[in-house]
């Protein structure tokens, strides 16, 4: 398995609103991203952990409605932003470039 040792090290974003909590949930050796209720309740995972091992891998930036999760990754060698639906639904890549991706910002 590869070694994610650093990848979950990424801080957890609150929600706009304060009432959830976005965060990469280490699983053995794998990741996901999760969210869960500002009281502990209703924790879910967004994306399968088998698969969201080869995505994540950068900041967690909620939109400022609070319905979708930008995060950036590296699955082909250099960062790309990626947005979901903050149900987990509709997981996009948005950028396809050379460039490292990181530095994400809703407007």
């Known amino acids: 398995?590869?070694?994610?040792q650093g990848w979950a090290d990424w801080p957890p974003a609150w929600s706009?609103?304060?009432?959830r909590l976005a965060f990469y949930d280490r699983r053995?050796?794998?990741?996901?991203l999760s969210v869960v209720n500002a009281d502990g309740s209703g924790l879910r995972?967004?994306?399968?952990?088998?698969?969201v091992a080869d995505y994540l891998r950068g900041p967690l930036v909620w939109?400022?409605?609070g319905t979708r999760i930008a995060f950036s990754d590296?699955?082909?060698?250099?960062?790309?932003v990626f947005v979901i639906d903050a149900?987990?639904?509709?997981?996009?890549?948005?950028?396809?470039?050379d460039s490292h991706d990181h530095a994400i910002s809703w407007l």
């Not at 398995?1 to 994610?4: E, G, I, K, T, V």
């Open 63 to 65: 939109s400022p409605d």
């Open 87 to 97: 149900d987990g639904s509709n997981l996009h890549q948005l950028t396809h470039n």
């Open 74 to 80: 590296g699955p082909d060698g250099d960062n790309e």
């Open 16 to 19: 706009p609103d304060s009432t």
């Open 45 to 51: 995972s967004l994306v399968d952990p088998l698969t």
């Open 28 to 32: 053995d050796d794998a990741l996901a």
């Open 1 to 4: 398995m590869a070694d994610y």
